[in-house]
Every structure is written in structure tokens, then in C-alpha cells.
């Protein structure tokens, strides 16, 4: 073979192997399902470690994780819709904080400076004051100055803290039935609903509707004439 | 020649909060945003400070909820003259009350090829494989940096013209008008340009090497301009080109 006939194996090699790769699939199936679910759910093995490291690491103390689910209680109150445990918002924000490390100083001086405050003014840690009490120290911290682009450390925690509760939440299965996510139904989608257009004094244009796919249709092949030319 | 001529589509995004898509209805509303469509520019350069031009994609909706949703649940309360912050179960309303009230467009134009933008193998780099990285040297010029700003001034007509309020400051000059950096919209093309004159371009119309006649650059390396638009069409054509080329000169045995 000279190097001409050799370069063009090769390169016809490339060409076909596709097809060689899927005449050999049938034998070795057990080999390609277990290289598939190697990767149980798409991670590389670096991620892979980076994940178990994660999850067999402890950030938050117990006592912090007690306060923390007394806040996200306070933040989103349970209620028929759905509550933060069930959500699971408390092991969401301890995964955030691993994750996430730049939030861990924050957090934990938010959380330190709440049992601080509460010693000062009541003599008692956070989670052993009363309703009320608890109450009013929100109050000083939940409402960001509108006036002012830099707010106090103990409002910045805060809002922090709302937010991972927030999000932790209505990803959650509860807060996303809560919030009516109506998506993630593939296939079939039939343009905006008459009701809604209607709403906003909207329609669609009558002249386009015929070129618009009718889903009745949808499953239908295409047909062609020997000539390739499309007849349906 | 190699490595020169890199360019990058232009981008600049803008969000606003629209106060009639409050309360929505729910519907699935999967996939509505971020269509694209090849049209042509139909706005006169001449009337305008600068050339070629750009396409907005609008985005927003009833979109899956992902880490961040609920996040400043109700921030858009200032512009209605409600109060911003709290706890409680007025939360929970807040981010259904704002669910689908936003949204946003993004410009994407078409920038100047220039022989000053390039990369280049790093003298001192490598990535983990021992292989040495490139190094880019790119900056815009007026020309990207004034459709950027046009862009901005049509989001603002557009929102304002469809009731909506324009979330964040217009940027100004300070920031290129918004202009995203060199390589954002990761539509980098060009380093390899095609022509007839191997003194001024890498590939012939083949995307075929000047110097060497059994290599082809089959990627978006070729490109001499390239429109608003994703560039992998392109590509994909160039490469079909390409390949039938191929075929019929291993035929010939010419390569």
C-alpha cells in the first residue's frame, strides 16, 4: 500500500465508521449500558468526587441548622400550600453553603449576630424567645433602607437568607405546584390559550392560522412522489 | 495570517419589568423565547453612525423555576409604590404576583473583522494536558460600541412603547453602551480566513491551506465576516462544500 492508498483508508475508515460502530453495537450491549450508567447521573468522576465530597461534609452546627429552620419558618410560615420542611429548604441552604462557600462567612456572622442581639435585648438566644420577640428582630432586619445603596451587615444576612429560603422553596416539588409551573410537557404545544390573548386584548393573526401545524396531524408522515417532491 | 482577523458577534442585553403581565395566567409557556429568525437589516446605514447590523431576542415567560427564582421576591414593589423586604406568608404571594412579569432582549450584531484582533500560542501557558493555551488580543472599536448603544435605545422604545419599566441603568459611555466583552457570546470566528490570496487569507474557497493541500480547516476558522446570526449553519455549510471537494479530489487522487 503507498501512502496515497493508506491516507485514503484511513480517511474512508473515518467515513464508515459510524456504520461499523452500529453493526457492533448488538454484541457488546452490557458493555455500552454499563459505560452509559457509569456516570449515574451525568457527572464525570472528577465531579463525581467533588459531589461525595460535598455531601460527606457537615458545615452548619447542629444549633445553626435549628436556627436556621426557626428563620426559613419565619420567612415562608407553613401553610396548606406547602411548608419549608417538607421542601426541604433547611438540608437546600447547608448544601448551598458547601457549595457555594463564598455565602458561609455571612451566614454564619448573620446567624452569630442574632443570638448577639437577643442577648443584649432580652437575655436569651434567638430560638428561646417568644413569637413577638422574634417578630421584632425581623423587623429591624428585614427591611432593606430604599434610601441607601449599602445596607447594614445584619439586613444583608437577611436578605440572603430570604432568598436561599425563597428559592429553596419554590424550587421545591410544593412551591412549584404552589407557583402553577405549567411547562415541561413535551411534544404537543398549541400557541398562547384563546382565554389569555383575549385578556390582553390580543389574537393571533387569522391569515396565519392556516400555517400554523395542526396537531390532529402531528404523528402524520410526510409523504413524497417518486420524483421527491413533498404531496403531503 | 493565522490567528488574525478574530472576531465576535456584538451583544447587550436589557430587562424590564412589564406591570399588565402581573398575575398571569398560567399556561405552559416552555420554549416561547429565544427563537431565531434570519431576516435581513432593514434599518439605512446611511442614516446611522455606524455599519452592518444587529437581531433582539426576547426572553421571559412562565419559565421552570431554577436556583434564583423567588430570589428579591419583591423588589418590583417600588415601582409600584409598595414596600420592598418583610417575611411572612405576603411572600409567598409576592413571587406568584411577579411570576412571568419580566422579561428581557438581547442584541446580537455583527462586528468588524480587523487584522489587529488576534490570538496567539502563549509563550508560558499550558493547560493540564501539557498543551499551550491561547492568548487572545481583541478590543472593540467605535463601530461595535455605537450599535450598542443603538441597541439600547431601541430596547427603551420598545419596553416603554409596550408599558413596560426598564430594569437598571442605560449604560453609558463609560461601560462601551453596554457592550459585552470580546468572546461572550462565544461566536468567535475568523484566525484562518478564506481568499484567493494566500498573502491576505489561510484557506482557499475549500477552507483548503494555501501551504498545504491535504489539510482543511472545517470550523468557523474561515470565516472573513460573519452575519448577526449563530454561526453553525455556516459552518455546517462551508463543511458540506468542503467535504464534496474532498471526495471528488481523492477521486482525482489529487490530494
Known sequence: MNRRDSIRSLFLGSMAGGLALESCVTEPKAAVEQKIWEYQYGRTPDEQAYDEKLLGQQFFENSELAKIKQLANLILPPNEEGNIEDAKVPEFIEFMAKDFSSIQTQMRGGLMWLDNHTNKTYGKDFINCSDDEQHQVLDLIAYPDSNSSEQKQEVRFFSLMRNLVMTGYFTSEAGIKELGYKGNQPNVWDGVPEDVLKDHGMSYDESWMPKFIDQSKRNDLAQWDENGNLIS | ?255
Open chain 2, 1 to 255: 495570517m493565522v490567528g488574525k482577523y478574530l472576531h465576535d458577534s456584538t451583544g447587550s442585553d436589557r430587562m424590564a419589568f412589564v406591570p399588565e403581565l402581573m398575575n398571569r395566567k398560567r399556561y405552559n409557556e416552555d420554549g416561547v423565547g429565544g427563537m431565531h429568525l434570519y431576516s435581513p437589516w432593514w434599518l439605512d446605514n446611511k442614516k446611522l453612525d455606524f455599519p452592518r447590523g444587529y437581531h433582539i431576542e426576547v426572553w421571559g415567560g412562565l419559565g421552570m423555576p431554577s436556583y434564583g427564582t423567588g430570589f428579591n421576591p419583591n423588589d418590583l414593589n417600588k415601582y409600584l409604590g409598595l414596600k420592598v423586604g418583610g417575611y411572612g406568608n405576603q411572600l409567598r404571594e409576592d413571587v406568584k404576583k411577579f411570576y412571568g412579569s419580566v422579561m428581557g432582549m438581547s442584541g446580537r450584531g455583527e462586528s468588524i473583522a480587523r487584522e489587529e484582533n488576534y490570538c496567539e500560542i502563549d509563550p508560558t501557558t499550558v493547560d493540564e494536558f501539557g498543551i499551550p493555551v491561547l492568548r487572545f488580543n481583541y478590543s472593540w472599536s467605535d463601530h461595535e460600541r455605537k450599535q450598542a448603544r443603538h441597541m439600547h435605545n431601541t430596547f427603551e422604545e420598545i419596553i416603554e412603547n409596550m408599558g413596560g419599566i426598564v430594569l437598571g441603568d442605560k449604560p453609558g459611555a463609560d461601560r462601551d453602551y453596554g457592550l459585552l466583552n470580546p468572546g461572550r457570546i462565544i461566536h468567535e470566528v475568523g484566525t484562518t480566513r478564506m481568499g484567493s490570496d494566500p498573502k491576505k487569507s489561510v484557506v482557499n474557497e475549500f477552507e483548503q491551506l494555501h501551504d498545504a493541500d491535504n489539510v482543511f480547516i472545517v470550523d468557523a476558522g474561515p470565516f472573513v465576516s460573519q452575519a448577526d446570526k449563530n454561526p453553525t449553519w455556516t459552518i455546517m455549510a462551508l463543511s458540506w462544500r468542503t467535504s464534496e471537494f474532498i471526495i471528488q479530489e481523492l477521486k482525482k487522487q489529487n490530494i
